[in-house]
């Protein structure tokens, strides 16, 4: 099984609010990403958690709030977004170093009115 | 730092026609390479890798790769496309014994005409 998935699929929320974007896996795997994604452009990668610890931040506005509550779980706090900030959040997984293939989840589409 | 060339932005193809994908990769050292497929409005698929051993890789779908040490090259290949592998395909590359964070391509679009 190699699957990661995300909650919500969707989500259109206003500059004022918070929210939170979810990622589960449930195979072993010690790192955890996330990454935002434009359209027609590669993934940039925001974070990255290695046996869930903050073990890369990109430069990601704090605005961006990640947390590793265990090792299957990633949440993306989200509050007082930009409009450019809309785009498709991918959580992504492998199972830590030197094993280093990265599995996506299906995605959350970020809508930032 | 290692480094992706995905020459081709676009590449439009005839069904049941052969492609190719062209990546290339910048690196010192010994890489991991990586072929990921994204289908519009999801995730990235993994299509298939390159740790080590034989440098002819298969992966999912029917799609094959050749790691080119010499040409720093990891093309894409399928020998008759289907409309349905209509999608933005990825490379990407990682250090072996190093940072294991992928760096990725720009992307290729493959579209299949009927």
């Known amino acids: 099984d190699t699957e990661v998935t995300q909650t919500p699929k969707h989500l259109v929320m206003g500059m004022t609010n918070k929210k939170s974007l979810k990622c589960e896996q449930h195979m072993g795997h010690r790192a955890m990403y996330w990454y935002k994604q434009k359209a027609k452009k590669p993934p940039e990668l925001m974070f990255v958690?290695?046996?869930?610890?903050?073990?890369i931040n990109e430069s990601v506005p704090s605005r961006f709030s990640p947390e590793c509550p265990n090792s299957s779980l990633l949440n993306l706090h989200l509050h007082a977004l930009q409009p450019e900030d809309s785009a498709l959040y991918l959580c992504a997984s492998s199972p830590g170093p030197p094993r280093v293939t990265q599995y996506f989840g299906p995605g959350t589409r970020l809508t930032v009115l | 730092a290692q480094s992706v060339t995905q020459l081709d932005s676009q590449v439009p193809v005839f069904e049941e026609a052969p492609v190719e994908l062209r990546c290339n990769y910048s690196s010192s050292v010994s890489v991991y390479l990586f072929w990921y497929v994204q289908y519009p409005n999801q995730g990235l698929q993994l299509l298939l890798k390159?740790?080590?051993?034989?440098?002819l890789v298969k992966g999912i779908n029917g799609f094959e790769a050749e790691f080119n040490k010499s040409q720093t090259s990891f093309h894409l290949r399928k020998p008759s496309v289907h409309i349905s592998d209509t999608a933005e395909y990825f490379c990407?590359?990682?250090?072996?014994?190093?940072?294991?964070?992928?760096?990725f391509g720009r992307g290729t679009s493959l579209i299949v005409h009927p």
């Open positions: 390159y740790l080590s051993g034989s440098t």
């Open positions: 958690y290695s046996y869930e610890k903050l073990s």
């Open positions: 990407a590359v990682s250090l072996s014994g190093g940072s294991y964070i992928p760096t």
